[in-house]
């Protein structure tokens, strides 16, 4: 289960209607802690990226493809931001709990691309952007099997800090 604040969502959305048409990308920082024996993440920080992906370093094999692999169809998050994020996230106690990136005029539902390159245990939230708005918002874990699986998602309005002691 992935949970978050109200303005989380509403700050990944923004992002993903500011990027329009191209993907936005960023990473998702909190806790993770294993409960009952499920995974639970706390998104305590959104660090924004910029889409760094870069059309020249498509395979021969995707680029015979019938749609042009550019930011609008792929993200990519540079590796000096992710070393960024995984500093600050542990000067607060933090990790990297997910990925979030947005799917322009397509549903939030993951590519093939999305599952080669996703790693296990993370959160990986998608925000569809049709015509420049936000509509749907899914969070997706890979299961054993590598196979993207829907998580459940828990928005909440915080009236105090949030953290798992009163959370969970």
């Known amino acids: 289960m992935l949970s978050l604040a109200v303005h989380h969502r509403d700050q990944i959305q923004v992002h993903a209607q500011d990027c329009y048409p191209a993907e936005c990308c960023g990473l998702m920082l909190g806790q993770i802690a294993a409960i009952k024996g499920q995974l639970h993440k706390k998104l305590m920080g959104l660090y924004p990226t910029a889409n760094a992906w870069d059309p020249a370093t498509t395979s021969v094999e995707e680029q015979t493809s019938q749609q042009a692999l550019t930011t609008a169809r792929r993200y990519w998050i540079a590796p000096q931001d992710l070393f960024a994020a995984q500093k600050y996230a542990r000067t607060q106690g933090w990790d990297i709990i997910g990925v979030y990136h947005s799917h322009p005029n397509h549903e939030a539902v993951p590519s093939e691309c999305d599952r080669k390159w996703a790693w296990p245990q993370y ?19 890979l299961d054993d099997q590598q196979q993207f699986q829907p998580e459940a998602v828990s928005v909440s309005t915080p009236s105090v800090t949030s953290t798992f002691a009163t959370d969970f």
């Not at 959160?123 to 874990?141: D, L, R």
């Open 123 to 141: 959160s990986y939230v998608i925000v569809a952007v049709n015509n420049g708005k936000t509509s749907e918002f899914q969070s997706w874990m």
